[in-house]
């Protein structure tokens, strides 16, 4: 490819990517308008109820007056709350079907992640090569990954409900790559010349796409096991206050933390596998390019961190006492370090990572 | 009063404490951490030099955190500790339930519990009309053998049930991996003393002996015998580069190295190979890398009376993007005084608007050599070993350059200089005068490659272990272990009750959509049965 068709179709690129980005930013607001109406849709039950609750109170039978009494409202006072979404094992408190916005949302996401896959096949061609030889090229290929796997799980579960914090880390990465360690087409250097370029960064990338899922639904997994704390506190005791402290109502809309939990670590296991054999590809590749398999650079440093991380999540969940908020917990500072080793030690530390240019 | 324990009881106590799975959990943790300095601070391992710059950036700090091993932080006692107590607790934790899974492999699916509708994916099914308890336990047993469960029959006057487990894979794998992480450490623990990493710089046209003596330095393991090195020999032909020069954003930038060779295994034929970044030779049990590169330019110093004491290709280390190199040059012996001098080389010379030279463009486009003369005792002769790299300039004179108001010596290829004090001429010797004189630098300098020359016997271990790890890992979280039952009972009148229910063992979001299969099939195979039973016989 000559320079001049290199150079319009990497504008180009870029032209996607910022559409991408704008219309990740819509659907992120559509996302976060689900939540809303979620929320003061649980609201309105929950007001509905303590009226009814104080009524029955008032009526002597304040024997039955609870939380539980939410789960055994009948359906029919709540149209929109009874649709439970297929395919997926979804034990909410509220089952809340899908939403205009939510709809309007996942839409969005899927034009978005049309425009995210062609700016980055666009960077390949104007480079003439994979996708991700330095920062900028491995951000828009990460976060493409991330938004991959998302939509295909969506098709298998139903995690529309992630969509707001999905949209937001892609947008927030997308937005640094762009700023930040946005470089023109460039060849690659020797160091990089090589098959295990392609195996070894796209296998991690992938990894990195299930530990976010994993992340998020570890996160939500906290909040809903906290509600459902004081769900049950609440049992004994007026409730009114500690749910309005609390702001999250939609959390009532979503599974429990229990599948919360087992969804997040069917996830993470897969993203181990595939973190497993970034280590090993990574460690042939260092062989032939270094010289030796394993060299404790900093990036084989952290690498190796979050792999043992991750195996203390999947441990801790066979061990009394921490499973569920604990091991989440764990899952939690597992993709920290994963974001950690991407954005801070390539760019801050020195190692021989750090030699793409960004 | 408590029973005393005793040293047997306090030993026993103490080692089912490490063997616990919250021990082996603290100790991943406590890995993780232990892991985190070692990329805070450089490790001598990967990073000497950073190490050096650290001592001379923190001198206060840079020794106590010395003392805590901080620069040597994988191979520190307490590093050490945390890894050796994991894999003690690991291997504390296998060896149990290897011998129970060995077990379990040969014992039976367990009884058939009472009541199955209290277990996973309960569901409840009428057999066909003509089935009778015994025969659709039979078929479920079939169906269930088929699907890879180990099955067990139990009979009784009521009632017929099949009990089946299967998955025992997921165990097998769970412990293929711990077994092949213990592997791995002991393969890179004792495997890594058995070979050796060696370096050395070649200029174009020179040949090495793979011998202990002809290395630039040399890296034994502990248990490496020098005398079993291979003395074949290598030779640098030619070092070629490429450099990008359509795309204006990356001009100049590297896109090829390139390092022909001769290997000459001893008594044996010469044969030409290729070293390339991310390309290895391997070759005659070694493996030949290629790590750095640079200028080596050929340096003649002549006495007044014309005797030639210095002429050789010295390797100038790169010191930045363009090739700006460094090189020193040191003739103890043949002149008045002995004579040291710095060189910079720069393949394509520009001058900064303070005058200062720089290298614009890392290939040989206007290549100049400048050099900084010193005399007085070069430190040779005092039996310490000097780095050839550098000139200690303590005990020396300078006569040209910086401070003395004598300008460095500058010389294009071909061109040769008086030296201060009347010692002699320098020369800078053109590989290739007539297309020099042409304005064709590019073959003028000779280039030099360093190369590491590996030998290590256990890398088909660590492979090896490594892909067993991977079987392990898929196996031992994605093998479903599950036990399904099905019962047969039959009614008071005469009908038969079909029951199916699972139990996971461990992870297994398809339970229940597996007991459904399992009951869809086996009613499946019962109705055909009954339809071949039912029709009549038509031979």
């Known amino acids: 490819m000559n320079l001049t068709d290199s150079a319009l179709l990497n504008s180009y690129s870029l032209y996607a990517l910022y559409s991408a980005m704008a219309v990740y930013a819509l659907a992120f607001i559509a996302f976060a308008i689900d939540l809303a109406r979620r929320s003061s849709a649980v609201g309105a039950i929950e007001e509905a109820d303590s009226i009814e609750a104080d009524a029955a109170s008032s009526a002597g039978s304040a024997a039955s007056v609870g939380s539980t009494r939410t789960l055994e409202r009948p359906a029919l006072k709540r149209p929109v709350l009874s649709r439970i979404s297929a395919r997926m094992d979804n034990d909410a408190a509220l089952p809340y079907g899908r939403s205009s916005s939510l709809r309007v949302g996942v839409a969005l996401t899927v034009l978005a992640w049309a425009l995210h896959l062609a700016a980055t096949i666009m960077r390949g061609f104007a480079a003439d090569r994979v996708p991700w030889a330095n920062m900028y090229e491995f951000a828009m290929t990460g976060t493409l990954l991330i938004m991959t796997v998302f939509l295909i799980v969506l098709v298998r579960s139903d995690l529309r409900f992630l969509g707001t914090f999905v949209t937001g880390l892609v947008l927030v990465l997308l937005g640094i790559a762009a700023l930040q360690f946005y470089v023109e087409v460039a060849p690659l250097p020797p160091a990089l010349q090589s098959a295990w370029l392609v195996i070894h960064v796209f296998v991690a990338s992938l990894g990195t796409g299930m530990f976010a899922l994993g992340f998020a639904l570890s996160a939500v997994q906290l909040l809903q096991s906290r509600r459902e704390n004081h769900v049950l506190e609440g049992a004994a005791a007026p409730r009114g206050p500690i749910a309005s402290a609390l702001r999250l109502r939609f959390l009532a809309t979503l599974p429990s933390s229990a599948t919360l939990e087992n969804l997040a670590y069917r996830i993470n296991i897969i993203g181990f596998i595939l973190w497993t054999f970034t280590l090993m590809a990574g460690s042939i590749w260092a062989e032939k390019a270094w010289g030796r398999y394993w060299g404790w650079d900093t990036k084989e440093v952290w690498t190796f961190i979050i792999w043992v991380i991750y195996a203390g999540y999947i441990h801790a969940r066979a061990t009394r006492g921490w499973r569920g908020s604990r091991s989440a917990w764990l899952a939690i500072i597992g993709f920290s370090a994963v974001m950690f080793n991407f954005g801070i030690v390539n760019v801050f530390f020195k190692g021989l990572h750090a030699y793409s240019g960004l | ?539």
């Open chain 2, 1 to 539: 009063m408590q029973p005393k324990l005793g040293l047997t009881g306090w030993l026993r106590w103490f080692w089912r404490q490490l063997t616990s799975m919250r021990t082996a959990l603290f100790l991943l943790l406590m890995l993780a951490i232990a892991a985190i300095p070692g990329s805070l601070v450089p490790q001598r391992s990967s990073d000497p030099n950073g190490v050096t710059q650290y001592f001379a950036d923190n001198p206060d700090l840079a020794p106590n955190l010395d003392k805590l091993q901080a620069f040597d932080v994988y191979t520190s006692a307490w590093f050490s500790a945390i890894y050796l107590l994991l894999f003690i607790s690991l291997i504390g934790c296998v060896i149990p339930r290897t011998k129970h899974h060995f077990q379990a492999l040969r014992a039976k699916p367990p009884t058939t519990p009472a009541r199955l509708s209290r277990l996973s994916g309960f569901t409840e099914r009428d057999a066909p009309a003509q089935a009778d308890a015994a025969t659709a336990i039979t078929h479920a047993r079939t169906v269930l053998k088929s699907s890879g469960y180990r099955v067990a029959r139990f009979d009784s006057d009521t009632e017929s049930s099949v009990s089946a487990e299967r998955g025992y894979l997921r165990e097998t794998g769970n412990l293929v991996f711990h077994a092949a992480l213990v592997g791995i450490l002991v393969t890179v623990g004792f495997g890594g003393g058995y070979g050796f990493a060696g370096q050395r710089v070649l200029v174009e046209g020179q040949t090495f002996v793979n011998t202990l003596l002809a290395y630039d330095s040399f890296n034994p393991g502990r248990f490496f015998d020098d005398t079993t090195l291979d003395p074949y020999t290598l030779s640098l032909d030619d070092f070629s580069v490429s450099y990008e020069q359509q795309n204006l954003q990356a001009y100049g930038q590297p896109i090829d190295f390139t390092a022909d060779v001769t290997v000459t295994p001893k008594g044996e034929a010469p044969e030409p190979g290729v070293v390339k970044v991310n390309g290895p030779l391997r070759t005659n049990g070694t493996s030949i890398y290629l790590l750095g590169n640079g200028y080596a330019p050929t340096i003649q110093v002549t006495a007044p009376d014309g005797t030639v004491v210095f002429s050789d290709s010295v390797p100038f280390l790169p010191q930045d993007a363009n090739l700006t190199s460094l090189g020193i040059v040191k003739v103890p012996d043949g002149l008045a005084e002995q004579l040291g001098m710095i060189g910079f080389f720069y393949p394509t010379q520009d001058k900064a608007a303070s005058g200062a030279n720089f290298s614009s463009y890392p290939d040989l486009e206007y290549p100049l050599l400048t050099l900084n003369v010193y005399t007085g005792d070069l430190g040779l002769d005092a039996g310490v070993p000097t780095s050839v790299y550098s000139l200690v300039t303590d005990t020396l004179t300078q006569q040209t350059g910086g401070k003395t108001g004598v300008e460095s010596i500058e010389l294009k290829p071909g061109a040769s200089a008086e030296l201060p004090n009347g010692l002699g001429t320098v020369s800078f010797v053109d590989n290739d005068p007539a297309a020099s004189a042409a304005g064709d630098f590019t073959k003028s300098v000779s280039r030099f490659a360093s190369f590491d020359i590996h030998y290590d016997p256990t890398q088909i271990w660590l492979i090896s272990f490594s892909t067993l790890v991977l079987f392990g890992l898929f196996t031992g979280l994605l093998v479903p272990r599950r036990r399904v039952w099905v019962k047969a009972t039959t009614r008071a009148d005469g009908t038969v009750q079909l029951e199916y229910a699972g139990l996971a063992r461990g992870d297994d979001p398809a339970l229940e959509a597996a007991v459904t299969a399992v009951a869809d099939r086996h009613l499946k195979l019962l109705n055909s049965h009954q339809t071949v039973a039912t029709t009549p016989e038509s031979t």
